[in-house]
């Protein structure tokens, strides 16, 4: 069932369109269909649409694809999609059939795309590599702190004029050692705040970033970094190979207490033995901004509903974990890079490439 729609849009009748720009730019308007659009991706594409000349017809649509919604994209030659979206085979098939040609993500992730479909289409997915690698990695520093000196319990407690401290103890970050799993653009960044605070970085990586070694970082083996570090914060990719890489066996090689943060994917991390972890009491806290069932959840007001995810409910209930809605990217200058690169994959689908943004595994 389709619900939940952003007041400024009418979908399927009349989506919210960015009409009579000047075309001074190569290649044929292009009709193109945003998936899961909220008011700050709509303003955003909009002004970068207007700033870069963009002649494009741009419709917005709330709705997250799936097969159900893929026909708002009727008529369109591009569909533009989030990281919640679901861009499987039945859904790729679906797109190609009605006439979509391209898809674009306004996300480096591209774990919701099956690519060797995509490929077998020859339909092009192009991403947004890079877009705020400060963004995420601030956000997880971010976490860490709030985690640490309990930020998130003293604002409340103080808005009531409790001012005990009684639960609020938290420990000096200085000295610690921080294991950092996937050293990228965003990984070798928070490498690089955590040795400001001081600590010890140790890092794994199936790749060496030159970036995260002139930043003081340590490489190990994945169970060396697992088994030495005070806070383990998760920047891999989600593929098949780094699923469920925090799952009971890396757990127990842990430091007993140790604090896990995850920014990247929920799919890295067993929800299950996490709660195992944290239950007994091996896991000293949690920070997520990802979680394995966060489609159908996040970027929606669920406020008055039932939580149908049992996992999820459960780790509201432990006072050491922190849950943030998949929002660590969500800054201006982030929103305003997505928008620019999604112009500049627009103009590439309208001139038949090159595709410099293009997914290839
Ligand atoms: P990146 O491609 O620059 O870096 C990923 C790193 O992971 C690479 O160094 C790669 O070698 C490494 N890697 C690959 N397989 C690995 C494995 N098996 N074990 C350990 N490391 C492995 O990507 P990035 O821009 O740094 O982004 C990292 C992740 O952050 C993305 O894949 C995405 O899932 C996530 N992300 C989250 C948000 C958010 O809002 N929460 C926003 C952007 C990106």
């Known amino acids: 069932m389709l619900r939940g729609l952003v007041a400024r849009t009418k979908p399927f009748l009349a989506p919210l369109r960015t009409a009579g720009l000047s075309t001074q730019t190569a290649g044929p308007r292009l009709n193109v269909a945003f998936f899961s659009a909220h008011n700050y991706d709509i303003d955003s594409m909009q ?31 591009v569909a533009v999609v989030f990281v919640n979206d679901t861009v499987d085979g039945l859904v790729l098939h679906k797109l190609k059939k009605m006439g979509v040609r391209a898809l674009l993500l ?7 795309v099956d690519l060797d479909v995509a490929k077998e289409l020859e339909m092009p997915v192009l991403r947004v590599p890079s877009y705020s690698p400060y963004a995420v990695a601030e956000h997880a520093a971010g976490l860490m702190m709030t985690l640490n000196r309990k930020y998130h319990r003293a604002y409340n ?6 001012f005990n401290l009684q639960g609020l103890l938290g420990f000096d970050l200085h000295g610690k050692t921080v294991g950092v799993v996937g050293t990228g653009k965003i990984g070798a960044l928070f490498a690089k705040i955590c040795t400001g605070f001081g600590c010890n970085v140790l890092a794994y990586d199936v790749y060496e970033s030159p970036e995260a070694l002139s930043y003081g970082v ?76 966060e489609n159908g959840i996040f970027y929606e007001d669920h406020s008055g509903e039932i939580l149908a995810d049992e996992n999820f409910a459960k780790m509201f209930t432990f006072p050491n974990v922190l849950v943030t809605g998949h929002q ?17 994959n627009l103009q590439a689908v309208a001139t038949n490439g090159p595709y410099p943004n293009r997914v290839v595994i």
Do not use: W
Request: hydrophobic residues 40%; aromatic residues 6%; charged residues 25%.
């Open 106 to 112: 306004r996300s480096a992730g591209f774990d919701m």
């Open 218 to 293: 340590t490489y190990k083996k994945l169970d060396e970094v697992l088994a030495q570090s005070d806070i383990i914060s998760l920047h891999c990719p989600l593929f098949p190979s780094t699923h469920h890489i925090i799952n009971d066996d890396s757990i127990s090689k842990m430091k007993k207490g140790v604090m896990l943060i995850n920014t990247s994917r929920g799919g890295l991390m067993d929800t299950e033995a996490v709660i195992r972890g944290l239950t007994s009491d091996k896991i000293g806290s949690v920070a997520l901004d990802v979680f394995e069932g």
């Open 47 to 77: 002004a970068m649409a207007k700033k870069e000349n963009i002649p494009h017809d741009l419709r917005f649509f709330p709705h997250r694809l799936n097969l159900g919604t893929a026909q708002l994209a009727t008529d369109c030659d």
């Open 328 to 344: 660590a990217y969500f800054t201006q200058e982030a929103l305003e890079n997505i928008a620019k690169t999604t112009m500049d």
């Open 157 to 162: 407690r103080t808005r009531d004029f409790n």
